[in-house]
DNA sequence: ATAATTGCAAACACTTTGCACCTGT
DNA sequence: ACAGGTGCAAAGTGTTTGCAATTAT
């Protein structure tokens, strides 16, 4: 049976109020201060993705696993994300082009796409507003 | 100026032989015997894909990085590309669904995906049929 | 001759783990 | 009481780097 701790609290919370970011366990760990180990992170995110209540996967610009809170009423399972480069936003794809793109996939190139370990990158309007000047 | 060294020769003849597949240096070192050093190998990895003879991206699965050999013919940079989480073969995604699909990100979600550091990863037709039994 | 490359071992950065102590039920 | 959680420090993993020796030009 799983406890409630405090620490687990203050994580869950953290993620769940930066839900428009991905963070790495760096950050996080800056945003709880002192309040949670090192250890008891990571641990707590290992649990929480068997869970289903985040997302895990690397960011080869910060070379460092990065975590992505699990809206369960987005259903952020079954569309793709984009995250930008620039400014680590994430984006939330829901739209019929998407759809379609991955059936398409599916049955013109038989493959199936996994959405839950799919992250699109690239740069997003503010960021490409910003860097054009 | 670069010098031509019989470790880079047969580094690179290793990644472009195996061009179906994605290799992580563990088991490219494996292919290379006592024939070059781990040193050397990341070296030459990293100035070929400076050079862009070759890419590199993070395999989850494997918690490394896996190497994929750029054809320069097939203009592997503007194209996406689709993993199997399986067999851990790539397939060059060169159509026009996958235009029209990036188009439509730009345009309509102002994002501007960068194919060269996006991964699609999911399940192969073969490796699905086996699955199925 | 000399600039580039190599191999070794040490250093790194991030993540995971063993263990004694603490906390929730 | 005791199963589960925590924090520390140590270990682990893949990758990178300093340096002296070696090789290509």
Do not use: P, W
Not at 5 to 28: F, G, V
Not at 50 to 67: L, Q, W
Not at 91 to 97: G, I
Not at 108 to 122: A, K, R
């Amino acid at each position: 049976m799983e406890y409630k701790t405090k620490q687990k609290e203050i994580i869950i919370k953290i993620l769940k109020d930066n839900n428009e970011l991905s963070m790495n366990a760096k950050e996080i760990l800056a945003k709880l201060g002192s309040s949670v180990s090192k250890a008891t992170l990571y641990r707590a995110l290992e649990r929480l993705e068997e869970e289903n209540k985040i997302r895990r996967f690397y960011n080869e610009v910060t070379s460092s696993y990065e975590y992505q809170y699990l809206d369960a009423n987005d259903k952020c399972s079954s569309h793709l994300h984009l995250k930008c480069n620039s400014c680590g936003k994430l984006f939330h794809l829901h739209c019929e082009e998407s759809d379609s793109f991955l059936s398409h996939i599916a049955h013109d190139h038989s493959f199936f796409v996994s959405q839950n370990e799919t992250m699109i990158y690239g740069i997003c309007k503010s960021c490409s507003i910003v860097k054009r000047g």
